[in-house]
């Protein structure tokens, strides 16, 4: 130690002399920079950062840029602002581009140079990153370290809660996707329907409503059980999942009834062509183990375009009252509701 212009009174003045390693251990990101502003020494951190790139003997003003405060060029001006807070960026490469960014506070040695001790700031996240720092790049009682454990801690617990989210949210949608499906034939449910229908009533587009009930089901259900009976109504589910468009709604609203909602589709020929299709497929015997199960489907429809405000209820009614008449005259057939229907 160096007891300099040093005054009985205090400590004023007294300069403390380092070796280059206790330089290290203290300051591990300096710079020791001689009178003529020639890099003398530096902080093994900062050797890391400039990755295997010459800073011994280099002139500071090559290889560092000074950003604030403006001016800074010379080893005069770099002096003068001892103790102000320094904005720099290492410039390495042919290009001289821009590097890692730090911030610096400067003092003067005992040999008129200068003593620069570096940080990254705010930067630090990135910086750890970017040159693969850990916590012996740093200082022992640099806060840093902390700061990035608790960096690392809250990516930890916002990553977790992003996933506890995403949880979340999956088994809301999987709750709400259960709340509208039948859960035999995995169709949609009759709250599904009324939801379909309330949206196509209060909608532009017109549409369709399909009544189906199933013929001689029950007597499936009385000869051969109820593992036949719901076997057929899984089997029935195929065919008209298969016999209706993508954008249709399907839903099973009773044991063995079902109604489909065909939204911009009214042409009464092409509803009956695609109904037709449903009682052939499903006039077809449906096995179950060592059976052959005899069903059959009547169908009853209407169209919005016949109502002047179209309602939900009172179309399902009028479907419903063509679906009876389809039975009325022998099963196995497709009406469209009329008026005269509901007279009869």
């Not at 130690?1 to 040093?6: F, L, P, R, T």
């Not at 044991?255 to 589709?265: A, H, K, Q, S, W």
Request: net charge negative; aromatic share 4%; hydrophobic share 45%.
């Amino acid at each position: 130690m160096d007891d300099g212009q040093g005054t009985a009174g205090g400590m004023r003045g007294r300069r403390v002399t380092l070796a280059a390693a206790a330089l290290d251990r203290l300051m591990p990101m300096h710079l020791h920079l001689d009178a003529g502003g020639r890099i003398r020494g530096h902080g093994p951190t900062l050797g890391k950062i400039a990755a295997g790139a010459p800073l011994l003997g280099q002139d500071f003003f090559a290889l560092f840029e000074v950003r604030r405060p403006a001016g800074v060029q010379a080893m005069a001006d770099l002096a003068a602002r001892q103790g102000a807070r320094l904005h720099l960026a290492l410039r390495l490469g042919a290009d001289q581009a821009p590097g890692a960014e730090f911030r610096g506070l400067a003092l003067g040695d005992a040999e008129a140079g200068l003593v620069i001790n570096l940080s990254f700031g705010i930067g630090v996240v990135e910086a750890v990153g970017r040159h693969g720092l850990t916590d012996a790049d740093f200082a022992a009682t640099d806060l840093t370290v902390e700061m990035l454990y608790l960096v690392e801690a809250k990516r930890a617990v916002l990553g977790e809660l992003q996933r506890l989210n995403h949880r979340l949210q999956g088994a809301k949608s999987e709750a709400e996707e259960q709340a509208l499906t039948d859960t035999l034939t995995g169709l949609r449910n009759r709250r599904a329907l009324d939801h379909g229908l309330g949206q196509a009533v209060a909608g532009p587009v017109p549409f369709a409503v399909m009544h189906l009930d199933l013929d001689r089901f029950k007597a499936v259900n009385d000869t051969l059980g109820h593992a036949a009976g719901d076997q057929v109504l899984r089997c029935v589910a195929q065919v008209l999942s298969a016999e209706t468009r993508a954008g249709d709604l399907v839903a099973r609203v009773g044991g063995d009834e079902f109604v489909i909602l065909l939204p911009g589709l009214v042409d009464r020929a092409v509803l009956t062509a695609v109904a037709e299709r449903i009682v052939a497929a499903l006039s077809v015997p449906i096995p179950f183990e060592d059976h052959l199960c005899q069903i059959g489907v009547s169908v009853g429809l209407t169209v919005s375009t016949c109502y002047e405000a179209p309602d939900a209820d009172r179309m399902l009614q009028d479907a419903d009252t063509a679906l009876y008449a389809a039975k009325r005259a022998g099963r196995g057939r497709v009406v469209i509701f009329s008026p005269d229907l509901a007279m009869g």
